[in-house]
Structure formats: structure tokens, C-alpha cells
């Protein structure tokens, strides 16, 4: 995302990003339960979808975080 993109896309991004992280928080305490309650096959697909969340998380983290601009030659 560049500087010149508008506000509204980062604010809309940011707030994704926000949902996304509630949401991957959720299913953590799912897979926890599910693992506590002797539910392998569910947790461990719980896990796996938790896992799927946080790399989608850091994707839109790295879109809406501010970049450093290398020193033009």
C-alpha cells in the first residue's frame, strides 16, 4: 500500500485486522476446549484454521503498517 493510497482503505484494513484477530481468538478458544474435552480430530483442525488466521493477520498488518523509504541514489 503506498503513502498516496486514501485513509479510508488503511482505516478500512485496520479495521479487518481487528476482526480478523477477535476471530482467530475465538477459534483458539475453541480448539483449546476441544483439546481439553479429548476432540482430537477437531482441534487439531481448529489449530490449523487459528494458524491459517494469524498468517492472514500478519498480512494485513504488514499492509496497513507505515514503510520506511530507502534514500533515493
Known amino acids: 500500500m503506498s503513502d498516496t493510497e486514501p ?13 480478523l484477530v477477535e476471530l482467530t481468538r475465538r477459534v483458539a478458544n475453541m480448539a483449546e476446549g476441544a483439546a481439553a474435552g479429548g476432540d482430537e480430530e477437531l482441534s487439531g483442525e481448529l489449530f490449523a ?5 494469524r498468517g492472514a493477520g500478519r498480512r494485513l498488518e504488514r499492509l496497513t503498517a507505515p514503510r520506511t523509504r530507502r534514500p533515493s541514489r
Do not use: Y
Open 7 to 19: 485513509s479510508a482503505e488503511r482505516a478500512e484494513l485496520s479495521s479487518l485486522t481487528t476482526a
Open 49 to 53: 484454521v487459528e494458524r491459517a488466521l
